[in-house]
């Protein structure tokens, strides 16, 4: 499961930077139903797509040794959650998006759900134990 988790920690970073690089360069076009902006959320949205990039790319740092980043891998799960959090007042005060965001929303929701429930069996499982702390038994090395 650790390999598999791996994995899919470091084709969702690669996924966040694609879409972070696609809206850089390409602007408000690149967003799914996404209209015109004026200059100063052009600017926003390319400055913050940095960041975005950044966030994958700790995902795939943290997919190196996922037992010992398990916190930070929760917490680029908290971020997510909160992140859908902002969607929903997006929606309240500015109205339904489309459907690709409302389906977003869903997996903005469950995503930090799930890879925490996986990094808790993780953390149960012997070999993970012994994958972090280089001993055969799990008990820290000396």
Do not use: K
């Not at 390409?26 to 052009?42: E, K, L, P, R």
């Amino acid at each position: 499961m650790l390999r598999i988790f791996r994995a899919w920690l470091i084709l969702f970073g690669v996924v966040v930077i694609g879409i972070a690089v696609a809206h850089f360069f390409f602007g408000q076009v690149s967003y799914i139903g996404g209209g015109d902006v004026n200059a100063t959320m052009d600017s926003d949205l390319r400055v913050f797509n940095v960041l975005f990039a950044a966030y994958g790319a700790a995902f795939i740092w943290a997919a190196q040794d996922v037992v010992r980043r398990a916190n930070e891998i929760n917490l680029l799960g908290v971020l997510f959650f909160v992140g859908a959090l902002g969607r929903v007042l997006a929606w309240i005060a500015s109205g339904a998006p489309t459907p690709f965001y409302v389906a977003m929303l869903v997996i903005e929701f469950v995503v930090p759900v799930v890879n925490y429930a996986v990094l808790r069996t993780l953390a149960a499982e012997p070999s993970a134990r012994s994958a972090a702390t280089g001993s055969a038994d799990g008990a820290p090395v000396r």
